[in-house]
């Protein structure tokens, strides 16, 4: 700044003049050093101008012509290459994973994540209920010195017009276990219940299938509540978008605990669940994991979930599979 002002002064010295030719010049050399900065080629170029001012000799003004025309052309050169090279970020091409399209979302979600539970499960009832196949599903949950182990498994027609439902658990607290085995078995008319707590049939009936039969099954069939209580239970947003052989399957993950009935929230030490849900509403698969700890205690609750699509070769006549039954000396278990 000083360099530039000094030509502007008319009053100044002859001697002092040759001064300030000296430090433009010396202006000049230290700009140049250094150059890749963008913002430096305007210093020398207001040197340049202020040279064939002070001198107003013809020489000196080609002087720092030549010198300053390539100080300029080079630094601008790798200035613009990084500005061009930065621009088309590559990593907008994945966006359309993380925001796809409405139509490629099923009923219930949106591209943030699930936008309503009660419409997300209805679809995935009604869809899993005309469809073939095979449920499977575990929750493991332990509180102080108490487990529960608990699976279930359903094979099911189209339309649910036969159905076998088994639900096998495990409570073991201190050295004291419990086992207990239920059976649903159903075709279009008939319903067979099946129950042994203990080693003991505590159940053991076959009656006509009713409307309320009917519900019952859809929600036991399709694993309703438990994947209720997981899409509430999560803060979800949508991870990915993956077109299957079969289907295109949607990718809901949450690392936060949305709050529930089963913990309180301020317990939570940690959380993380996956769901995968096809864009007909059929959900696929899902995982949950939740830490709690009140009281100086750790509250753990694990569950997961998966529905096969494929055919199912179930007797025409509701019966107890064999290997959780109990001899009773009933032919109609046989």
């Known amino acids: 700044m000083p360099s530039i002002r000094q030509p502007r002064s008319t009053a100044v010295a002859v001697g002092l003049l040759l001064l300030v030719v000296l430090s433009g010049c010396s202006t000049l050399s230290g700009t140049e050093s250094p150059a890749p900065s963008a913002t430096e080629p305007s210093v020398p170029t207001d040197s340049a101008t202020q040279t064939p001012t002070v001198t107003a000799t013809p020489t000196a003004t080609p002087s720092p012509a030549p010198t300053e025309t390539p100080a300029s052309t080079p630094t ?22 993380a925001s796809p399209s409405p139509d490629r979302l099923p009923a219930g979600l949106a591209d943030t994540g699930v936008r309503n539970v009660t419409r997300v499960v209805r679809t995935h009832q009604a869809n899993a209920a005309e469809t073939p196949g095979v449920v499977t599903h575990t929750t493991n949950t332990t509180v102080r010195n108490t487990s529960i182990l608990a699976s279930v498994r359903v094979a099911a027609g189209p339309n649910l017009t036969r159905v076998r439902y088994v639900s096998q658990s495990r409570r073991a607290s201190g050295t004291e276990t419990e086992n207990r085995t239920s059976v649903i078995a159903a075709n279009g008319t008939v319903v067979r219940q099946y129950t042994v707590a203990g080693g003991n049939v505590t159940l053991d009936n076959t009656r006509n299938r009713t409307a309320l039969f009917d519900r019952s099954l859809r929600s036991l069939s399709t694993a309703t ?7 509430r239970r999560g803060n979800f947003t949508v991870a990915d978008v993956d077109d299957r052989d079969d289907a295109t399957v949607v990718t809901l993950r949450a690392d936060r605990y949305a709050g529930g009935q089963l913990y309180a929230a301020e317990n ?8 995968r849900i096809t864009t007909d509403g059929v959900i696929r698969s899902a995982t949950e994991r939740i830490v709690s700890r009140a009281d100086g205690n750790d509250r753990r609750y694990g569950f997961t979930y998966e529905f096969e699509p494929r055919s199912v070769d179930l ?13 009773s000396g009933d032919s109609a278990n046989d």
């Open 76 to 97: 601008e050169t790798p200035a613009s290459t990084p500005t061009a090279t930065a621009s088309p970020t590559p990593t907008a091409t994945p966006s359309p994973t």
């Open 268 to 275: 939570v030490a940690a959380y993380n669940a996956t769901v």
């Open 225 to 231: 509540n438990p994947l209720r209580g997981a899409l």
């Open 315 to 327: 007797p025409r006549e509701p019966r107890v599979p064999a290997d959780v039954r109990v001899e």
